[in-house]
Nanobody, 125 residues
Framework: QVQLVESGGGSVQAGDSLRLSCTASGPTLSRAAMGWFRQAPGKQREFVAAINWAANSLGYGDSVKGRFTISRSGTKTTVYLQMNNLKIEDTALYYC??????????????????WGQGTQVTVSS
């Protein structure tokens, strides 16, 4: 059974940092591309970052470039999102996603077949 479990969300002040984690389990995820997306109330789902299976190709949404870093554990089963210099506009529900059909990442959320339950990030002034 495929499962993605996110953790690490919370409430912080602007300028603070958080690190999100996503642990994947399931036989089809051994070579999956992984991504982070977020959705704020009343807004569309937004691409945040993604990483290929080999962890040598990364992509970021324009709004987080230079502040967020995606990485992957040596076992490939855990993906991290280091978020620095958080802004109020980063407030959203953050989702981890997996695409087992390819080892290359994508920024289109429709490419991802498996999703976690989400972890809330709230940034205040």
């Amino acid at each position: 059974q495929v499962q993605l479990v996110e953790s690490g969300g919370g409430s912080v002040q602007a300028g603070d940092s958080l690190r999100l984690s996503c642990t994947a389990s399931g036989p089809t995820l051994s070579r999956a591309a992984m991504g982070w997306f977020r959705q704020a109330p009343g807004k569309q789902r937004e691409f945040v970052a993604a990483i290929n299976w080999a962890a040598n190709s990364l992509g970021y949404g324009d709004s987080v470039k230079g502040r967020f870093t995606i990485s992957r554990s040596g076992t490939k089963t855990t993906v991290y999102l280091q978020m620095n210099n958080l802004k109020i506009e980063d407030t959203a529900l953050y989702y981890c996603a997996a695409d087992p059909t390819t080892s290359n990442y994508a920024s289109d959320y429709r490419r991802y077949q498996y999703w976690g339950q989400g972890t809330q990030v709230t940034v205040s002034s």
